[in-house]
């Protein structure tokens, strides 16, 4: 498991991280998921990876949290296929009392595909996940159907601005235009906004005037191991 920081834009301080998996080949090295995810989604090895993810990300959470180190928000992304083939919100609940994780530290990312393809059961497996205390996010928002109506039904707490619109900044003035919005409308929703692959002072300069709560991205970290990432909390800590 990798981590990339994200960032309080007001404070800039990392309040959490998304948790991003890869593949350790012997001969190969480190295989991003772009290679290897979408043939697990064509089995039912999605769905084991992503029961191992979860737990190894809440197991990590709760590693930190006992060396002292601050609360920090994990995301995991939850695959389309989960919905579909497992039981989410019984494999949630037996995670976080099997590691002690606290739920409330616990975000789940959905794209908008996985949640519009399951549209009759989504409602009722997120607000299961509500309930217990975990934190629900779109991923990629914007690049998948961008039905406003559905956000009004599902109980979301965060909005993430797809990394194809920050790239537009600020160069594509449509693209910039679209990442405001998105910050406009989540805010008015009463969800946080985050902005994913912020690479340059520009971008974030425009988030901040924007509004945005929190990003990610290359100008701060990439995602890198657990142990650098409790090298950045504990230099945070220390004031560095």
Known sequence: MFYQPQIDI??????GAEALVRWQDPDEGLIPPSLFIPIAEESSLIVKIGEWVLRDTCRQGQLWLDMGLP????????????????????????????TGFPAGQLELEITESGLMEN??????????????GVRLAIDDFGTGYS???????FPLDVLKIDKSFIDEIPHNKGGMEIAATIV??????????????????????FLQGRGCDT?????????????????L????????
């Open 10 to 15: 007001a404070s800039d301080r990392i309040v």
């Open 71 to 98: 609360p920090l928000t994990l995301a995991v992304n939850v695959s389309p296929q989960q919905f579909r083939r497992s039981d989410i919100n019984a494999l949630v609940a037996k995670v976080l009392a099997e």
């Open 119 to 132: 549209q009759d059961n989504a409602t009722n497996i997120l607000n299961s996940l509500h309930s217990q």
């Open 147 to 153: 039905s406003l109506s559905y956000l009004k039904h």
């Open 184 to 205: 406009a409308m989540g805010h008015t929703l009463g969800f946080k906004v985050l902005a994913e692959g912020v690479e340059t002072p520009e971008q974030l300069l």
């Open 215 to 231: 990003y990610q991205g290359y100008i701060k970290s990439r995602p890198i191991p657990a142990e650098e990432f409790a090298e």
């Open 233 to 240: 909390l504990l230099k945070q800590q220390r004031g560095g």
